[in-house]
């Protein structure tokens, strides 16, 4: 069975950097598949923020003006995400997800974890 | 690129049907089979019940049907049930080699 799980600080000040792991278990990050982000601020709805193809290629939201990076660490069959100098629009449920290729199969996400951006 | 169009709310009562319309444009919606639905409830994850338009996942009711024309995909459910009662959100892949969602619809089973 495929599992995602988030992990990372609850809260980052204002200016500084965010950053995500994304554990998967039940499935090699290697061996195929999309691997990526998505976030939905209190209240509003879900936006797509970037993917990490298994080849390390990647692909970011351009609203997000180069402040993320998605990366992989195979070595630990898990994946990342930095967002630099948050804001408090940065605030919201962060999910990481796997996407399969040539489709729009995004089946497995994590449960999700809250970051705020606060002094 | 702008999010993808939906309305704001629907509402059914038990056993009707409802559609929930997802606009979007040529680079988007309407150039490529990439389109998802999500459910989502309150304090969990989104959950995936159409994907490339038309395909339902394994374990997901018949009840839900997706489709398209044009830049409008479209999400119908039938048979309405009360734990059908969520948030819905479609998005799409897009020109630019990015997906985009839909600001989400409100589905209340009266």
């Known amino acids: 069975q495929v599992q995602l799980q988030e992990s990372g600080p609850g809260l980052v000040k204002p200016s500084e950097t965010l950053s995500l792991t994304c554990s998967v278990s039940g499935y090699s990050i290697s061996s195929g598949y999309r691997w990526g982000w998505i976030r939905q601020p209190p209240g509003k709805g879900l936006e797509w923020l970037g993917t990490v193809y298994h080849s390390g290629s990647t692909y970011y939201n351009p609203s997000l003006k180069s402040r993320a990076t998605i990366s992989l660490d195979t070595s630990k069959n898990q994946f990342s995400l930095t967002l630099t100098s948050v804001t408090a629009a940065d605030t919201a449920v962060y999910y990481c997800?796997?996407?399969?290729?040539?489709?729009?199969?995004?089946?497995?996400w994590g449960q999700g974890t809250l970051v705020t951006v606060s002094s | 690129q702008s999010a993808l169009t939906q309305p704001a709310s629907v509402s059914g009562s038990p056993g009707q049907s409802i559609t929930i319309s997802c606009t979007g444009t040529s680079n988007d919606v309407g150039g490529y089979n990439y389109v998802s639905w999500y459910q989502h409830h309150p304090n969990k994850a989104p959950k995936l019940m159409i994907y490339d338009v038309t395909k339902r996942p394994s374990g997901v009711s018949n009840r839900f049907s997706g489709s398209k024309s044009g830049s409008t995909a479209s999400l119908t459910i039938s048979g309405l049930q009360a734990e059908d009662e969520a948030d819905y959100y479609c998005?799409?892949?897009?020109?630019?080699?990015?997906?985009?969602f839909g600001g989400g619809t409100k589905l209340t089973v009266l």
């Open positions: 998005d799409s892949y897009t020109s630019s080699d990015t997906w985009v």
């Open positions: 997800t796997r996407r399969a290729p040539s489709s729009s199969l995004r089946d497995y």
